[in-house]
């Protein structure tokens, strides 16, 4: 179901703004001190008269701000006009990637209509240095005739871990560029690449319902330029995501699809090239500790006796017996090689382009192998610092890299090719 | 008194001689019709078979999220099924002429019987496959999701779940089908109800750690850091 892209009450909105250079979505929580932040950390940016910042009536805290959220009319604050937007409906029965998707779609509607240049999307916490990372991503878009600013975010070693077990090596090894958050959720969008995104003609569109999980491999499959910005940590905002394998149902299902609807972009690329970065990255201090994984290698374990004939319809059987041997591991030997847990993602992927079975339940079932993968990471890092952290999620890439053989056998002849 | 009797003998035997030789034509074209059907059966079969395998039938449909139909197939194979329910189809047919040719009367009865029934069988399969599928759904989901929650009896919850579909989807059949309906009726009440009362159990002798989870998860509501201390997986 594709939402409405921009609701009809704030149409007049944007009509009375008539038009704008940049427009900033914002779609966390924010108060009036981060807001006038932004407002100052916008003056900055040379070469825009107009900027227009929508922002989401239900990410205003009304204990702090109670007249904003309900304002009808949008408020000038020098040359950037503050248009209050309802870009996430919480009160829709959305799942979180459905709604920040729809905030999305909005925010490039609205960026067409007032025929923006460029458009940023912020759904990090205002309160940090999210008001300055606007203007960092903006930047490469207006001066360099960037087409997607991407963020790297200064990385804790247990923070973003679907990105870093999954989604970033999947992308670097399938598109050939080495992004780090290829999702953001903070991005930066050229006019070309938004108007791909919002096309009147569906059938013309590159990307299907979920723009998030599709501007990086559209914009990569397209040749458009891409960049990293190196920000600092980021705040995540406190989403409900039910529980962990709703949470992987609901982000790994986009990017499978855009695997599917890009296989003849990924089958062409082959080794991977590093993307112009702007900044150095920023390195945070870890704590070294110990962490208790013995609640995931035991979902694990369990999950091994009791889903294997779910696994056995997707997974070669020579994986399924490198499993049971891993389920037989004491918790101090725990350890998924990444080879191992780089030819599940794929058999995964692969039997949602199959449809081997429900798509909700294939993702669902793929929960425990997935904590698997978390603890034998987190074994490895228990006492590691940054330096550490890096080379580990390097050694996934590559394995993610030199898999992919294994993946382009088995997308082209899933049949025969079933080691 | 003798010749009488010789004469009524004769007579009858005359008439059983007469009856048997009118009924050999049609015996003979009974014979005829099978064996006429049994060969187009098995060609059709063939035919049928090969069209499916080279089109990999098998694996489409289990693609089309009907894998629960190589369940209840031959060897695990729809197209054998398919195959199969043609050939038996095209025999019944040849039973049907045959008996025509033997006793118009019969066939017009047997023939009307059979085609009132039809519907029910048609409904009655239909309930049968559509229960197969939910109940293979159904128990997917618990099984999934109870281990997900680290639930130690997922995959009993999950046969629970797949025979109370199951026994409904059955019964339903059975009442479709006019099988003795209120045995059914009965049988349904007590199966249906001693499944219920065996979850119930099983689920409420080992639910305490499923309820300690329940409430932990929503004190934790709205935030995901209920996923797994100090992990944070978007």
């Known amino acids: 179901m594709q939402a409405e892209p921009i609701p009809q009450q704030v149409e007049q909105k944007i009509e009375l703004v008539e038009s704008a250079d940049l427009v900033v979505g914002v779609l966390a929580e ?42 009808e009319t949008y408020e000038e604050c020098g ?9 996430l409906r919480p009160e829709t029965p959305d799942t979180p990637m459905l709604s ?26 205002l309160e ?20 997607l600013v991407v963020p790297r975010y200064a990385r804790h070693k247990f923070e973003g871990l679907l990105n870093s077990s999954i989604i970033a090596p999947l992308i670097r090894c399938l598109y050939g560029r080495r992004i780090h958050n290829p999702l953001g959720p903070d991005l930066g969008v050229s006019r070309r690449l938004f108007q791909k995104m919002v096309g009147n003609d569906r059938s013309a569109r590159i990307v299907g319902e979920h723009p998030i999980a599709s501007l990086a491999p559209a914009a990569l499959c397209e040749n458009l330029q891409v960049c990293e910005v190196c920000v600092g940590a980021r705040i995540y905002p406190p989403t409900d995501w039910m529980n962990i394998s709703s949470l992987l149902s609901q982000i790994l299902s986009p990017i499978f699809l855009d695997m599917e609807r890009n296989a003849a972009c990924w089958q062409r690329m082959r080794a991977s090239l590093p993307v112009p970065a702007i900044g150095d990255p920023v390195r945070v201090t870890e704590d070294a500790g110990t962490v208790d994984i013995s609640r995931m290698v035991e979902s694990f374990r369990l999950a091994n006796r009791d889903l294997e004939e779910i696994w056995g319809l997707v997974l070669p059987p020579s994986t399924l017996v490198e499993l049971r041997k891993l389920s037989r591991l004491s918790l101090e030997q725990f350890h998924m090689p990444d080879e191992l847990w780089v030819r599940i993602v794929f058999d995964f992927a692969l039997a949602h382009r199959l449809r081997t079975m429900n798509r909700d339940h294939l993702l669902k079932s793929m929960t425990p192998l997935y904590l698997a993968w978390v603890a034998s990471y987190a074994h490895d890092l228990e006492a590691a610092g940054a330096s550490a952290l890096e080379q580990r999620l390097e050694r996934l890439s590559l394995a993610y890299e030199s898999g992919k053989p294994y993946l382009v056998s088995r997308w082209r002849w899933p049949d025969r090719f079933n080691p | 008194m003798w010749s009488q009797v010789k004469q009524e003998l004769a007579q009858s035997t005359a008439r059983f001689l007469a009856r048997f030789i009118g009924l050999l034509p049609g015996i003979a074209a009974l014979i005829l019709a099978l064996l006429a059907s049994i060969i187009l059966a098995w060609i059709l079969a063939t035919i049928v078979r090969r069209l499916l395998a080279s089109m990999h039938f098998d694996q489409r449909l289990a693609r089309w999220g009907f894998p629960s139909l190589a369940e209840w197939s031959p060897l695990q194979s729809p197209t054998l099924l398919v195959a199969q329910a043609i050939a038996s189809l095209v025999i019944v047919a040849g039973i049907l002429i045959g008996v025509a040719a033997v006793a118009p009367e019969w066939t ?12 029910n069988v048609v409904g009655a399969v239909l309930v049968l496959i559509f229960g197969s599928i939910v109940a293979r759904f159904l128990s997917r989901s618990v099984l999934i999701g109870a281990v997900n929650l680290n639930l130690r009896y997922a995959r009993l919850l999950s046969i629970g779940v797949r025979w109370l579909v199951v026994v409904l989807a059955v019964a339903m059949a059975l009442e479709h089908l006019r099988i003795a309906p209120g045995i059914v009726d009965l049988a349904f009440g007590i199966l249906f109800g001693g499944i219920v009362f065996a979850l119930a159990l099983a689920v409420g002798l080992g639910s305490k750690d499923l309820v300690t989870k329940s409430l932990e998860r929503d004190a934790q509501k709205g935030s995901d850091e209920h996923i797994g201390e100090p992990f944070r997986h978007v």
């Not at chain 1, 040359?79 to 870009?87: C, D, G, Q």
């Not at chain 1, 067409?112 to 458009?119: D, N, P, S, W, Y």
């Not at chain 1, 960092?136 to 005739?145: I, N």
Request: hydrophobic share 45%.
């Open chain 1, 30 to 71: 924010f108060n009036p001190e981060s807001l006038a932040t932004l407002c100052e950390a916008l003056r900055t940016l040379s070469g825009v008269a107009r900027i227009a910042v929508l922002r989401d009536d239900h990410s205003a805290n009304p204990a702090l701000d109670p007249a904003r959220s309900n304002s």
């Open chain 1, 79 to 87: 040359s950037t006009f503050l248009v209050p937007w309802p870009l």
């Open chain 1, 100 to 125: 920040m998707s729809a905030a999305y779609q909005s925010v490039f509607a609205a960026s067409e209509k007032l025929g923006a240049r460029a458009c940023c999307v912020i759904a990090s916490r």
């Open chain 1, 128 to 147: 940090t240095q999210a008001p300055d990372w606007v203007r960092q991503l903006a930047q490469p878009l207006l001066e360099d005739d960037i087409d």
């Open chain 2, 108 to 119: 017009s009865l047997l023939v009307q019987s059979v085609f009132a029934y039809i519907p």
